[in-house]
């Protein structure tokens, strides 16, 4: 059976996105690779195994084109009001909390936020499928 270990996303400035990765979802370096043209860096936390890559392509300055194929990466927690309280207070901007209801009931808590190269990330409260 196939196990899913990262999602990876290009980035102008490593130092700021693993800032940003760490004040927002605790992630911390679990590896760095630098290679001649490009660094690989690995984020995790302790809560899975599952990583963000950062791809730093040497030589870049212009903000990468994410089309309209990319949709967002999303992260589960206990408390949705309290992250995004705790979110909006170190400045990150995100965007309000929303929530759908199916057939009368609650589906999903949710709001989303920006990294510092623009792709977005869903935050949403553990609820139902949500885990």
């Known amino acids: ?18 800032d940003f990765y760490r004040k927002a979802f ?25 990583e963000v890559e950062l791809t730093v392509n040497k030589g ?16 589960a927690v206990d408390d949705l009001d309290g992250e995004h ?3 909006d207070g170190l400045g990150l901007q995100p965007n309000p909390i929303k929530e759908f209801h199916r057939e009368g009931s609650l589906m999903a808590r949710f709001f989303f936020l920006q990294d510092p190269d623009g792709y977005k990330i869903e935050m949403l409260q553990r609820h139902g499928r949500y885990r």
């Open 1 to 18: 059976m196939a196990k899913a270990i990262h999602m990876m996303v290009r980035v102008l400035d490593a130092k700021r996105s693993i």
């Open 26 to 50: 605790g992630l911390t370096v679990a590896d760095r690779f630098d290679f001649d043209d490009f660094t690989l860096v690995y984020l995790r936390n302790a809560e899975a195994d599952f």
């Open 85 to 87: 309280a705790r979110l």
């Open 60 to 75: 870049r300055e212009d903000p990468y084109d994410h089309g309209d194929a990319y949709g967002h990466v999303a992260f």
